[in-house]
């Protein structure tokens, strides 16, 4: 009978492993995952708004200020918003999933020329990383899969 009141932490002990340490139900997955998404796709959409209002300042804001392109981006910004203005629209968003402490989505958009000398209007097709700071996803980086270039 001692054996058995002994056993009884062990099985508790088990069975709260089992809860804590099970994989997540799909349904739970699913609905962090939406929530990523959610909040990359808002992420990428002020991007495109602030980079289309020349808005520097709130650009820089959408991107983690340890990124490798952090420190060229406002330069570059400066550059392109003094010779063009241009017009972005997001074409396609797919969340593509998260791996710690990354997470990944394919983004197609296009560059329309508003103003502004010769200029190659086009759609690009990439992959865009994401990478949490202060709580919050922000741009890591962005890798060209595909360029079009439309007429």
């Not at 089992?18 to 909040?39: G, H, I, Q, R, W």
């Not at 190659?120 to 990439?126: K, M, Q, V």
């Amino acid at each position: 009978m001692k054996m058995f009141y002994a056993a009884i932490p062990i099985m508790i002990g088990l069975c709260l492993c089992l809860v804590v340490f099970s994989p997540k139900s799909e349904n739970v997955a699913a609905d962090t995952d939406e929530d990523v998404a959610a909040e990359i796709k808002a992420l990428i959409t002020e991007n495109l708004r602030a980079t289309q209002a020349e808005d520097i300042e709130a650009v820089l804001d959408t991107m983690h200020t340890q990124s490798p392109v952090y420190s060229n981006t406002e330069k570059l910004l400066i550059s392109f918003s003094e010779t063009y203005d241009v017009k972005y629209q997001m074409r396609l968003f797919r969340y593509i999933g998260q791996d710690d402490p990354y997470a990944i989505a394919r983004l197609e958009f296009s560059t329309e020329k508003v103003a502004g000398p010769a200029f190659n209007d086009n759609i690009l097709d990439t992959f865009h990383i994401f990478r949490k700071e202060d709580g919050e996803w922000k741009l890591w980086s962005m890798t060209i899969l595909e360029t079009n270039f439309t007429e």
